[in-house]
């Protein structure tokens, strides 16, 4: 009699204990490569006869690199979609990105994600140029990790705490910086410039430094670039610049602003120094050589190096 009890409490446990969900079934996206659909939002990762999707808005993908400990978190739901397939057959990228999908492999089996959370940490890409030691961003990685995912599934749910989806890429838009030797000043300010078609460089610079007066040999006038005096800023601009938008009391909204860079302030005899070499150039007639040294322009987080040595320009002056 003790025996069949026991047997009886026992199943009753059991029964006890199921909430609905069956056994965890593992999936194992960790050797794929996190890829993209260029006819829609969706990136991905297959791996043979699965499928693992994240349907996100492009303007998830910041151009801001994330501060330790704060990505970027949003919510899974209709607008940020998660989910898992599994084929009869092997899975290719037709299979996720066409419109009118092939036929084969056809999905057997389908998990969509309810609730979690995806945090996204951006960091920026830079390639150095070993000559010059300057640094350009050339794209973003985007590492994407989903927290309390909770998958619904035929036979139940599934929930991962932590589950890493992968490290997605994107491109930086390039900054031209195809400026040549030509350096303008305002009458009205302290501000010199140099600019193309789409992109300028103005420095307001300290008027110490800018003298008619001849420098000697391997002594040029020095200054630091600052927030205020000796401000440095990169624009670049969605259309077409020309000399008419500098020297302007208000700055001007046309053409359309797209980026803006601030000069690093400078630290003595380490960054940020500004060197201005003064020569002749002919009667009454004066040529300023302006050198930025290891001088970096920032935009929020991001940042970059001009390099140990970077010409800004000339600037022709006489009295």
């Not at 490569?33 to 990136?43: A, E, G, K």
């Not at 005899?269 to 920032?298: D, R, Y």
Request: hydrophobic share 30%.
């Amino acid at each position: 009699m003790k025996k069949v009890l026991g047997i009886l409490v026992l199943a009753m446990t059991l029964n006890g204990c199921d909430d609905g969900d069956l056994t965890q079934e593992n999936i194992d996206f960790d050797s794929a490569t996190v890829q993209s659909c260029s006819t829609n939002s969706i990136i991905y990762k297959l791996n043979s006869k699965e499928a693992l999707l994240l349907e996100i808005p492009s303007t998830s993908f910041t151009t801001e690199p994330s501060t330790t400990g704060s990505p970027t978190e949003l919510s899974i739901g209709s607008t940020n979609r998660v989910v898992y397939r599994l084929y009869n057959g092997t899975v290719a990228t037709d299979n996720i990105c066409e419109t009118i999908a092939p036929a084969t492999p056809y999905v057997t089996d389908q998990w969509s994600a309810t609730d979690g959370t995806i945090q996204i940490f951006t960091t920026a890409i830079k390639t150095t140029n070993t000559t010059t030691n300057s640094t350009r961003i050339t794209g973003y990685n985007h590492n994407i990790t989903f927290k309390n995912i909770t998958f619904a599934k035929s036979s139940g749910t599934q929930v991962y705490e932590t589950f890493a989806f992968g490290d997605y890429t994107t491109t930086a838009t390039s900054l031209p910086f195809l400026f040549d030797e030509t350096v303008e000043k305002c009458s009205s300010s302290n501000q010199i410039y140099n600019y193309t078609s789409s992109e300028a460089l103005m420095l307001n610079i300290d008027p110490s430094l800018i003298v008619n007066e001849v420098t000697p040999l391997n002594t040029p006038r020095t200054g630091l670039i600052t927030t205020t005096t000796n401000a440095l800023t990169y624009r670049l601009f969605s259309g077409l610049v020309t000399s008419a938008y500098f020297c302007n009391t208000t700055t001007p909204t046309t053409p359309t602003l797209s980026q803006e860079w601030t000069g690093v302030a400078g630290v003595s005899s380490t960054s940020g120094i500004i060197e201005v070499t003064t020569t002749t150039n002919g009667p009454n007639s004066f040529k300023h050589t302006i050198v930025l040294k290891k001088a970096s322009l920032k935009k929020g987080n991001n940042s970059f190096s001009l390099g140990d040595s970077f010409t800004y320009g000339v600037l022709l002056t006489s009295n």
